[in-house]
C-alpha cells in the first residue's frame, strides 16, 4: 500500500518536473539566440549552458557582453547572480546528503527550480530527493537541448536589433526577476537597484553600473531588518 | 579571451553550488546574510534589465527598447508565458524600427 502510494506521488511528480523542464527550455530557446546575437559563438554559448548551467547567470554574462560592458564585469556579475545557489545547496544538503560524484552532480543540477522542487515535497525524504534529481535531470537535458536550438536558428538569422533581440534580452531579465517581486521590500531593492544603475550609466564603464546596484541588496539585507522579517526563500 | 571568460565565469558558478554542500549548515543560519543572499538577484537583475533598456555604452537613450519592455511588463501582468514575453518584447521592438516610429 505505502509504495503504491509513494508511486502514486512519484508520477505526480515526475509530471510536475517535466512541465517545468518544459518552460525552462523555451527560456533557452531565447538564451541560446540572445547569446549568438551578442557575439558569442555557438560552441561558447552551449558550454555556458553545459557548465554554468544556471539561467540568470548565463542571460547576465551574455548581456553585459553584448552592451560592450567587458568580460571581467560580465563574470563577476553572473558569479553575484550564481551566489544564491550556495545558500540552495546549504538547505538541500541535509535532504540529499552526497558523497563523491554524486556530489559533484548534485551540485551542478542545484539550480532554482531543482531547490524548490525538491522543498515543495519534503515528505517522505525519499521523495524529496526524487523531486530534486528528476527535476534537475529534465532541465538539464531541454535547457541544454533549447539553447543549441535557440543559437543555431539565431545565426541562421542574423542582425540582433532589427529583430528587436536587444529589447527581448530585457525582456528574458525581467521575466527571471518578476516571480520575487512579491513583497515591498523586494520591490523597493528593485526599483533601487535601477535607479543606481542608471544614474551611474553615465559616469561608469559598461558593466560597472549593474555591479554597484549588487551596493543595494547588501545595504538592504544588512539594515532592512524591521521591514518585511521573513527572508526571500528559494 | 571569450573562451577564458566563459571557462572561469562557469567554474566559478559550479564552485559556488559545491561548496553549499562542503560548509556547514550554521553558515547561512544568520539572517541577514540570508537576506542579502535573497536580494541579491533582485537587484543585479532589477540593474541589468534598466542598463540592457536605457544605456548605449554610457549613453543614456528612449529608444524601441523601452516600447518593448512596455509591452513585456504588460504581458507579464496578464501572466503570459516566458516565451511569449520575450517574443512580444522583441516584436514591438523591431516593429517600431521597422515603421520608422523609433531607433
Known amino acids: 500500500m505505502e509504495s503504491e502510494a509513494q508511486g502514486t506521488g512519484r508520477r505526480a511528480i515526475h509530471a510536475k518536473a517535466l512541465s517545468i523542464a518544459v518552460a525552462t527550455g523555451a527560456y533557452a530557446l531565447s538564451f541560446g539566440a540572445i547569446s549568438v546575437s551578442t557575439g558569442l559563438d555557438v560552441w561558447q554559448t552551449q558550454a555556458l549552458s553545459l557548465l554554468m548551467f544556471t539561467g540568470a547567470s548565463q542571460f547576465a554574462f551574455v548581456g553585459i557582453v553584448g552592451a560592450g560592458g567587458g568580460l571581467v564585469a560580465a563574470v563577476l556579475t553572473a558569479w553575484l547572480l550564481g551566489a544564491r545557489n550556495s545558500m540552495y545547496a546549504v538547505g538541500l544538503n541535509p535532504i540529499l546528503r552526497p558523497r563523491g560524484v554524486r556530489r559533484l552532480v548534485a551540485a551542478q543540477t542545484t539550480i532554482d527550480e531543482s531547490t524548490a522542487m525538491a522543498l515543495a515535497h519534503p515528505e517522505p525524504v525519499s521523495n524529496s530527493r526524487y523531486a530534486f534529481w528528476i527535476t534537475g535531470a529534465w532541465i538539464y537535458l531541454l535547457w541544454n537541448a533549447g ?18 533581440l536587444d529589447a527581448a534580452t530585457a525582456a528574458a531579465l525581467l521575466a527571471l526577476l518578476w516571480p520575487r517581486l512579491v513583497e515591498r ?23 560597472l553600473p549593474v555591479l554597484a546596484a549588487a551596493m543595494v ?9 524591521r521591514i518585511g522579517g521573513r527572508n526571500t526563500s528559494p | 579571451m571569450m573562451w577564458a571568460a ?7 558558478c559550479f564552485l559556488e553550488k559545491y561548496l553549499g554542500y562542503l560548509v556547514p549548515p550554521a553558515v547561512l543560519e544568520n539572517r541577514r546574510t540570508r537576506r542579502v543572499f535573497g536580494l541579491m538577484p533582485v537587484a543585479l537583475l532589477s540593474a541589468l534589465v534598466a542598463v540592457q533598456t536605457f544605456a548605449t555604452g554610457m549613453a543614456l537613450e528612449l529608444d524601441a527598447r523601452a516600447a518593448g519592455l512596455g509591452m513585456a511588463i504588460v504581458a507579464l501582468m496578464l501572466r503570459a508565458p516566458f ?21
Do not use: Y
Open chain 2, 6 to 12: 566563459v571557462l572561469v565565469a562557469s567554474l566559478g
Open chain 1, 185 to 207: 521590500q523586494v520591490w523597493a531593492v528593485a526599483l533601487a537597484a535601477a535607479g543606481v544603475a542608471i544614474v551611474l550609466t553615465p559616469v561608469l564603464q559598461p558593466g
Open chain 1, 217 to 225: 541588496a547588501l545595504l538592504a539585507g544588512m539594515l532592512g531588518g
Open chain 2, 83 to 103: 516565451l511569449a514575453v520575450v517574443i512580444l518584447a522583441g516584436v514591438t521592438a523591431a516593429g517600431l524600427r521597422a515603421l520608422g516610429w523609433a531607433s
Open chain 1, 147 to 164: 539553447t543549441l536550438v535557440g543559437a543555431l536558428s539565431a545565426k541562421a538569422i542574423g542582425d540582433p536589433s532589427t529583430l528587436g
